[in-house]
């Protein structure tokens, strides 16, 4: 006689550890304030994203993403973009 499967049962503390990802979700701070920043100031200096992510240091997809809030801009990036001679 086989025993019935036994059925895994979740500890809620370990809830968190699911194995489907959340969907990502873009901050209300990210694209209205810090891209829509970041657009405005790149082109009141009158430079493309090309060379303004030459001077950062990262793609122009990267700062394409940023100013569209896709990808959230860290604080370290901040400082670098900052202190870029842009």
């Known amino acids: 006689m086989l025993a019935p499967p036994v059925q895994s049962v979740r500890h809620p503390a370990n809830a ?48 394409q993403k940023y100013e569209k809030g896709i990808n959230r801009v860290s604080a370290g990036m901040l400082v670098k973009i900052c202190q870029s001679k842009a």
């Not at 701070?29 to 100031?41: E, F, K, N, Q, Y």
């Open 16 to 63: 968190r550890f699911s194995c489907r990802r959340r969907s990502r979700q873009r901050h209300a701070v990210d694209r209205p304030r810090i891209g829509a920043r970041l657009r405005s100031t790149r082109q009141v200096l009158g430079i493309s994203q090309k060379i303004f992510a030459k001077k950062v240091g990262v793609s122009f997809q990267q700062i």
